[in-house]
């Protein structure tokens, strides 16, 4: 899996779109970016995925830079049940040995 | 609500007692994963099923086991539990076979 890297830590204001960056430059042709985050105490939750082409669901954005390089997870209105720590994982999305490998992921504060 | 529960939520154990921990799943799906979590290491993969009776070890296996004789049950068991066993366990499923995983709440479990 394709190593990715993320800023330790950021924080936004209550109400305004959170951009989370992720770079990943060795991510191979069939590697999708996969984003989770797992708020204190809870198990991680997935939010979105994608290829190439940008991605958007009831919880995030994702947008993904042409060279496919990088990312940035928007969460649009970000509340403060936001806060937690986000992680960004590339890898093949198939089959049943779909260890997900978490690295440190960004700590998102909100702010009320 | 991905539909996954695990028990107990909490336990506390003795060195050299066997525990076995429960993730239990209502959708039927066929691959389920227990992952510990520990300060410093992130999350780490333990065992992975891939169906009823078709388990594997995952990169940190040692000191536990595995079964799966009904879809919608996955054990994993502590034999004889050591100290540097307690951790936070989380169960996942994986419905489609691709990256996304979904969470159990989690097995906080300490060992004396």
């Known amino acids: 899996d394709a190593k990715t890297t993320q800023p330790p830590s950021m924080d936004c204001a209550e109400g305004r779109a959170a951009n989370l960056p992720c770079n990943h430059s060795t991510i191979s042709g069939n590697e999708y970016v996969y984003w989770y985050r797992q708020i204190h105490s809870q198990g991680p939750q997935y939010i979105i995925h994608g290829l190439k082409n940008n991605e958007t669901n009831e919880m995030a954005s994702l947008i993904i830079t042409e060279d496919r390089k990088s990312s940035t997870l928007i969460l649009p209105h970000a509340t403060l049940r936001d806060t937690a720590v986000y992680y960004c994982?590339?890898?093949?999305?198939?089959?049943?040995?779909?260890?997900?490998?978490f690295g440190k992921g960004i700590t998102l504060s909100v702010r009320p | 609500d991905a539909g996954i529960t695990q028990s107990p939520r909490h336990k506390v154990t003795e060195t050299g007692t066997p525990v076995t921990l429960r993730c239990h799943q209502t959708?039927?799906?066929?691959?389920m994963y227990w992952y510990r979590q520990d300060p410093g290491h992130g999350l780490r993969l333990i065992h992975y099923?891939?169906?009823?009776?078709?388990?594997d070890k995952g990169e940190v296996s040692d000191g536990y086991s595995v079964s799966r004789s009904k879809t919608e049950d996955f054990l994993l068991t502590l034999e004889s539990a050591t100290s540097s066993q307690t951790s936070v366990y989380f169960c996942?499923?994986?419905?489609?076979?691709?990256?996304?995983?979904?969470f159990g709440p989690g097995t906080r479990l300490t060992v004396t």
């Open positions: 994982i590339v890898r093949v999305p198939t089959g049943a040995n779909s260890k997900l490998t």
């Open positions: 099923s891939y169906g009823v009776k078709d388990t």
């Open positions: 996942a499923i994986n419905p489609s076979g691709g990256g996304e995983q979904y």
């Open positions: 959708e039927n799906h066929r691959y």
